[in-house]
């Protein structure tokens, strides 16, 4: 028997230095957590543990085999690293706001800590250096679209998950401001080009070298009179893989994201736009359980937990080879 300790940060208990950013976020993490531990009780050699934390009303999900709490005082960090001692595994959700996620991988241990690498992780945690990364190998970014005439700009955190403090402007100059004030006020922030288009996102699973796309999601996006930007969900699996259009170039693109990116593995989502012009424009890389992995497999009907586990189970030498 395998057992699981599943940390969904916010849910356990984790502390982000905006409050308003981490109840906002707080309903998709616990989404996130409880498809997860759904999934892994389907299997008949696994038994989950699952973060909850009374302060923020995140009570376990039903079924789950067991809960763990923070001590009084106990950070993130020093709670998984407690928690992944006494279990086979540890399957962690975490904002990349303020680092978080990217100081875990190390309080857990390689061997234990399921999905992608400490790199792979501290890259996708900054916006721009993804967009860097990925446009030096040929990926197609908004990057692309910097010397255009005229079109949008959107300013958002570096940092940022969830749409959270995004806004687009109609002009550059004010897009400048915009960032130049976030700038000032010590917070994290980055301007690119707005990419007009239908907005898309990837589910993946990676493994030794291999990247096998699972869905193909579309994104619901608004953008206020002021300039707002909100995610309003997922519909899942809203392209055929196979037979859709643009599946090929879909299917393409993902397996250049994660040459362009060693070390992601498990469960990745990338975000991007289908542009009219340039086709799919990678917006951002997601080195972890998005909110697509809600529901997506009792849609297609294969439990996607089991398939993570296996990937984890194959040899890392495999991995670096590939």
Request: hydrophobic letters at 50%; charged letters at 20%; glycine letters at 8%.
């Amino acid at each position: 028997m395998r057992r699981v300790f599943v940390y969904e940060f916010l849910s356990g208990g984790g502390a982000m230095a905006d409050e308003a950013e981490a109840a906002a976020l707080l309903p998709l993490g616990v989404s996130m957590r409880d498809a997860i531990v759904a999934d892994l009780l389907d299997l008949p050699d696994v038994q989950a543990t699952c973060a909850v934390c009374a302060r923020r009303g995140a009570a376990a999900p039903r079924g789950a085999s067991a809960t763990a709490t923070a001590w009084p005082g106990e950070d993130a960090a020093a709670f998984v690293q407690r928690m992944a001692r006494t279990h086979d595994l540890a399957w962690i959700v975490a904002p990349e706001s303020d680092g978080w996620l990217a100081r875990l991988p190390e309080a857990v241990g390689d061997e234990r800590w399921i999905g992608c690498r400490a790199g792979a992780i501290q890259v996708a945690s900054s916006k721009s250096a993804t967009l860097a990364v990925l446009a030096a190998q040929g990926v197609c970014t908004p990057m692309a679209f910097t010397h255009r005439r005229g079109g949008r700009w959107i300013v958002k955190p570096d940092d940022g998950a969830g749409a959270i403090d995004t806004r687009v402007h109609d002009e550059q100059d004010a897009a400048l401001a915009d960032l130049e004030q976030r700038r000032q006020a010590g917070r994290s922030a980055t301007l690119e080009p707005f990419v007009e288009g239908v907005s898309l996102s990837v589910s993946m699973l990676v493994g030794p070298g291999s990247a096998q796309a699972v869905a193909f999601n579309r994104q619901d996006i608004a953008v206020a009179t002021d300039g707002t930007l909100s995610y309003l969900g997922v519909r899942h699996n809203a392209m055929d893989l196979a037979h859709d259009l643009c599946a090929p170039q879909l299917h393409a693109l993902a397996a250049a994201v994660v040459r362009a990116m060693p070390g992601l593995r498990g469960f990745v989502g990338f975000d991007l736009v289908w542009n009219p012009e340039r086709g799919p424009v990678v917006i951002e890389v997601n080195p972890r359980v998005t909110c697509a992995y809600v529901g997506l497999s009792a849609l297609l009907r294969r439990n996607l937990a089991a398939l993570v586990l296996a990937l984890h189970d194959m040899p890392e030498a495999l991995h670096a080879a590939a």
